[in-house]
């Protein structure tokens, strides 16, 4: 069975923390390969909350799946996961959002037109980014590159073949 989210349209009805991880989502941190599978250039992305068991985990995933000739460019699925010290709800620090903001930059240029930002979840202490690929190989000495010039930071980077994009799917059909 589909968790279900619930889609917070007003900024005013969540806390600092969240308010704070939407405004960021919202300053539309786009791979540069999603902005030329859209042909409007941007992708719509949905901001959601949703309560888990000790602590909220806000999610950020685009609002619909691309077509079907874009998923296959894309099939693998690389989840980059980190750790942070959370705020007592389990959400980021600011100083952690200026981190996570600059992570996401650097991915979004390492993985460039070889791969497409489809989501992330953030909340009980860390933060995954999923990012579909054409070829994982391709990334790894970048990625390895820009994890080891950074202070100390535990990084798990993990794969999945998903040429049917089910992690995102999942979500969306979980959103009422």
């Known amino acids: 069975m589909p968790q279900h989210f619930a889609v917070y349209i007003t900024l005013f009805r969540m806390n600092i923390a969240a308010r704070i991880l939407c405004c960021l989502a919202m300053a539309a941190l786009v791979s540069a390969a999603a902005a030329n599978e859209y042909p409007e250039g941007k992708q719509k992305w949905l901001v959601l909350e949703r309560q888990g068991a000790r602590?909220?985990?806000?999610?950020?995933?685009?609002?619909?799946?691309?077509?079907?000739?874009?998923?296959?460019?894309?099939?693998?699925l690389l989840q980059v996961s980190w750790g942070y010290a959370?705020?007592?709800?389990?959400?980021?620090?600011?100083?952690?959002?200026?981190?996570?903001?600059?992570?996401?930059?650097n991915l979004d240029r390492i993985f460039g037109?070889?791969?497409?930002?489809?989501?992330?979840?953030?909340?009980?202490?860390?933060?995954?980014?999923?990012?579909?690929v054409a070829n994982p190989g391709s990334h790894a000495e970048a990625l390895r590159q820009y994890f080891d010039s950074l202070s100390p930071i535990s990084v798990k980077v993990t794969k999945h073949s998903d040429p049917e994009w089910n992690s995102v799917r999942e979500v969306l059909n979980g959103v009422n």
């Not at 952690?96 to 903001?101: L, N």
């Open 55 to 76: 602590f909220p985990e806000i999610v950020t995933v685009l609002a619909t799946l691309p077509a079907p000739e874009v998923r296959a460019k894309f099939p693998v």
């Open 86 to 105: 959370p705020l007592a709800n389990g959400l980021p620090t600011e100083e952690e959002i200026v981190r996570g903001r600059d992570l996401y930059a």
């Open 113 to 132: 037109q070889g791969g497409i930002y489809a989501m992330s979840r953030t909340g009980a202490g860390g933060r995954t980014m999923y990012y579909y």
